[in-house]
C-alpha cells in the first residue's frame, strides 16, 4: 500500500509540474509521419546533473524514489535505454507494418490517451468469447513503458507504475514518437531487439523492404516473441499471421482478397526455409 500511495503522490506532482498535453493526436495511417529522433534531455534534467553526483548511484536509491525521478525524467531515461539502438525513423516503416502492428495490438492508438478503459474491456470480452487470449487490452503506450522501464510481473503495483509512466510518456512525446520508439525497442524474439533487427533475422532485408505477409509476421510476435517466434514454431507464428491479417481487414486496412492472397502464399525466413 505504502508503495501504490508514493505512485499517486508522484502522479499528482506530475501533473502540477507539467502542462497538460491536449486532445491525443489523430493521425491518419495511410500517410507517413514525420521523422523524429529521440529527445535529448531537457534542460530541466540537465539541471539536476550536479544533485545526483552528490547521491549513490540510482540503482541504489528505493524503488519508490526512482519511480518519482524516472516521472519527473523521462525523457533522460529514455535517452539513457536508446543510445546503442541502431534507429529506424518511422518514415522507413513501411504503412503496412503501422497498420499491422495498430490492428493487432492496439487499433484506436491515435485517438485515445495512454490508458484506454473501453479497449481493455472490449479485449476482455473478446477473449472471453475466443475462449482464449487473444487481445490485450494495454496501449501502446503502456507496452512501450512496460518494456522500457518495468519488470513484466502482474502485481497491482507494477500494474500503477505502467499507467503512471504511460501518462508522462504521452504528455511528453508525439503519438507518432511513441510509436517510432515502439519499433525500436521492443522485443520481437530471436535474440532480435527493435524492427531492423527482426527484419534481419527473420528475413535478411531492412525493413523498407518488408512485403505484408512479412509485415503481419513481425507484427505477430510481440504478443509471445519467444513462443512465436517463426524459426522455432513456425506454425504457431502463421496462426498468429493470420490473426494479423482477418484483424487488419477488420479494421479496414486491407481488403478480404489482398489477405487471402497474402495468408495463402508463403513466407521465406532467412534460414531458407518457408511456411
Not at 490517451?113 to 479497449?119: E, L, Q, T, Y
Not at 510481440?222 to 498468429?240: F, V, W
Amino acid at each position: 500500500m505504502f508503495k501504490i500511495l508514493v505512485l499517486i503522490i508522484a502522479a499528482v506532482s506530475i501533473f502540477f509540474w507539467y502542462p497538460a498535453s491536449g486532445d491525443p493526436i489523430q493521425k491518419d495511417v495511410a500517410k507517413p509521419a514525420p521523422q523524429h529522433t529521440v529527445q535529448q534531455p531537457s534542460e530541466h534534467s540537465q539541471a539536476t546533473v550536479f544533485l545526483l553526483s552528490l547521491l549513490p548511484p540510482k540503482q541504489e536509491w528505493p524503488d519508490p524514489v526512482q519511480k518519482i525521478w524516472l516521472s519527473l525524467n523521462i525523457e533522460e531515461a529514455v535517452q539513457e535505454r536508446t543510445n546503442d539502438i541502431d534507429w529506424v525513423p518511422i518514415t522507413e516503416i513501411p504503412i503496412e507494418m503501422q497498420q499491422a502492428l495498430l490492428a493487432i495490438e492496439d487499433h484506436n492508438f491515435y485517438s485515445h490517451g495512454a490508458i484506454d478503459i473501453d479497449g481493455i474491456l472490449r479485449a476482455a470480452l473478446v477473449n472471453i468469447t475466443a475462449g482464449e487470449v487473444v487481445q490485450g487490452g494495454s496501449t501502446i503506450t503502456q507496452q512501450l513503458t512496460k518494456n522500457l522501464f518495468l519488470s513484466q510481473e502482474q502485481t497491482l503495483s507494477r500494474k500503477a507504475e505502467e499507467a503512471l509512466l504511460a501518462l508522462v510518456m504521452e504528455q511528453h512525446y508525439s503519438k507518432d514518437q511513441l510509436l517510432e520508439i515502439y519499433f525500436n525497442t521492443t522485443y520481437f524474439g530471436a535474440g532480435a531487439t527493435g524492427l531492423k533487427a527482426a527484419a534481419l533475422t527473420y528475413f535478411a532485408k531492412q525493413p523498407q523492404e518488408l512485403q505484408l505477409a512479412e509485415c503481419a509476421v513481425i507484427a505477430s510476435l510481440p504478443y509471445a516473441p519467444s513462443a512465436l517466434n517463426p524459426l522455432e514454431n513456425p506454425e504457431g507464428c502463421k496462426k498468429r499471421q493470420l490473426l494479423v491479417l482477418q484483424t487488419m481487414v477488420k479494421r479496414g486496412y486491407i481488403g478480404t482478397t489482398l489477405a487471402e492472397k497474402t495468408a495463402s502464399a508463403p513466407v521465406y525466413l532467412a534460414n531458407g526455409t518457408t511456411f
